[in-house]
């Protein structure tokens, strides 16, 4: 059972850090450029960092190497802000070893999504969570649903079930878009300390409209100042100010759904000179109209 955890810090915008690489066909992590990734979005106001996301191309790098690199993330954050773990295997085994290894790193929490391709029944995904958070029964565990990218939903009974009954899940990342079903999670485990993430960059003030305590944006690498804007003006108080700051967010982002995911956040980095790197083949950089979009959409917002 977990003792010592603050479940208040788990609150705010966190980034699913991305992951610059040297090359796109051997995908070696650029360790240099990373640590100055994590000093960009901490000194541009980030509430915590997600090593290995989906945005962080997790589903491209071995274990090892995420691995290696989360020491990198933690070593160069040296305590500004929480850092949480990604791990989204299919076999719940290779989970459970990889949550065990990254939870030695001084990590602050793990984030677990649920497994894709297949499709296990509820009381299977369950056990599945549940097995992971006791391997760390001293690391805080966090929920990922994404439904969009796994090819089905968590159902919100589970969601509630483990956040009921399994002492260190401490909260989730809901990536549906869906605000019933963030609203819902909040209802739901409003008995107890359950923190809420909505997973979706164009529902975070929505989400906390709703009650919840965070968002998880993929833009906060790119425009940090104007994703946190819209949560600090909303603790603030300043509702139209953080409504406003999420309506210049909503059409940038929105723009990237023409591009192949997860090319468009790294793309848009590199067209503002932040030299990331390019995505890890068979992902490869956007172009045609699918770039001109994003580019259009970029300077409407002032950033080109």
Do not use: W
Request: hydrophobic residues 45%; contains cysteine.
């Amino acid at each position: 059972m977990i003792t010592s955890v603050d479940v208040a810090k788990f609150r705010g915008i966190f980034v699913p850090i991305l992951m610059p690489v040297t090359d796109a066909s051997d995908g070696v992590i650029d360790m240099p450029r990373l640590r100055r990734q994590v000093n960009h979005v901490i000194e541009h106001g980030v509430d915590g960092i997600l090593a290995f996301g989906s945005n962080s191309e997790f589903y491209m790098f071995s274990d090892d190497e995420m691995l290696e690199a989360t020491k990198v993330i933690v070593e160069e954050t040296a305590g500004r802000v929480p850092v949480m773990f990604g791990v989204g295997h299919i076999r719940t085994s290779q989970n459970v070893e990889l949550a065990r290894r990254a939870a030695a790193l001084g990590i602050d929490a793990i984030s677990v999504l649920q497994p894709m391709f297949i499709t296990p029944t509820q009381p299977a995904l369950y056990r599945h969570f549940k097995a992971i958070a006791d391997a760390v029964p001293d690391t805080a565990v966090l929920i990922y649903n994404n439904p969009g990218l796994a090819g089905y939903p968590i159902a919100l009974d589970t969601i509630v079930s483990l956040a009921h009954e399994v002492d260190n899940i401490v909260g989730i990342k809901d990536s549906s878009g869906n605000i019933t079903n963030l609203q819902e999670l909040v209802r739901r485990t409003s008995d107890i300390d359950f923190q809420v993430f909505a997973g979706k960059d164009t529902v975070v003030y929505a989400g906390f409209c709703c009650g919840a305590d965070g968002a998880v944006c993929s833009t906060a690498n790119i425009y940090p100042e104007l994703v946190c804007g819209i949560y600090d003006a909303f603790v603030a108080g300043e509702f139209d100010k953080a409504r406003e700051l999420q309506f210049k967010l909503n059409p940038i982002r929105l723009s990237q759904d023409a591009a192949s995911f997860p090319a468009a956040t790294k793309d848009m980095a590199n067209l503002l000179g932040m030299d990331v790197g390019p995505s890890v083949l068979p992902t490869e950089a956007t172009c045609g109209s699918a770039l001109e979009g994003m580019k259009q959409a970029m300077r409407e917002a002032g950033y080109l």
